[in-house]
């Protein structure tokens, strides 16, 4: 710390530094002091003739169009959520513990040089699926229970955002069925429609929407005025750098972009609550399923459980 205050203070009374950039990513000086804030009062108080520039609106901008090295960062992450989810249906059975489906995804991250999931993964089962941000672990998964995973691996410093639901006996019942096809059609729909123009604020407003068009048919949801009894989060947000990236930008679907399409349905009088949710890449034309290759129809998760 001595060594790097007194080369920082040799370049700053050099006469070459005329601004210091710093990330106040806070609203308020006031706030919890976060370095920023200590070194920008350190230069106030120490070197008054130097200005002072908040970054963060930059590193906003910065972030919201991924490069093709960010992109390709971001799909080798999707490869090895991939496995982890996978790992997790091909292993689970009635009585299993939370504990033990995450064991099992981080051992596949581990298997391929991930030590650690982009964020804390929330992995939970039965009426568990209903606390929304969940990391206890400790319950345990009853025969017919639906397994929710929200999880993401991260690859040169890119993270994925990923939720897959499946019943722990490898079974959807007729339930499940009807409320999974709900949000599959909902997503399914998204990335047929989302490209370039579309206003970003309106995603999760076309989900909801679209969604309620399919519970009203489902003979679930009678009025929109009532959807927010079955959808509890929003459907949208960026992803990047962070699970959920700070962006800035004029508020537009442009090429580049990638935002989570997060579509979830919680049915507490049934009992059965999940989220089906999938990384999206705007391109010049329309968009990109990034995680569409990770099992996400019910044919295809009942079959690649073997329960088929």
Known sequence: MAAFRNDFSRQLFSGNVK??????????????AVEAYRLGKYLKEHAPFVGLGNLHPIMKQLRLIKKPCEIEAMKKAETITKAGIEAMMKASKPGMYEYQYKAEFDYALAQRGVLSPGFPSIISSGKNNFKIHYYDYRGQAQDGDMILNDVGAVWDYEINDVSRAFPCNGRFNDRQKLLYECIYNTSEYMFSTLKPGVPLL????????????????????????????Y???????????????????????????????????????????????????????????LSRAIPRQIDEIEAFMGRR
């Open 202 to 229: 309106d995603v999760d407003k076309i989900i909801r929407k679209y969604t309620f068009e399919q519970l009203k048919e489902a003979g679930v949801c009678k009025n929109f005025e009532d959807i927010g009894t």
């Open 231 to 289: 959808m509890w989060h929003g459907g949208a947000h960026h992803v990047g750098f962070d699970v959920h990236d700070v962006v800035e930008g004029s508020g537009l679907a442009v090429p580049g972009v990638v935002f989570c399409v997060d579509i979830g349905v919680y049915h507490e009088e049934w009992g059965i609550g999940f989220r089906l949710e999938d990384n999206c890449l705007i391109t010049e034309d329309g968009c990109e399923n």
């Open 19 to 32: 601004k210091v950039y710093l990330d106040f990513d806070k609203v308020y000086e006031n706030t919890p």
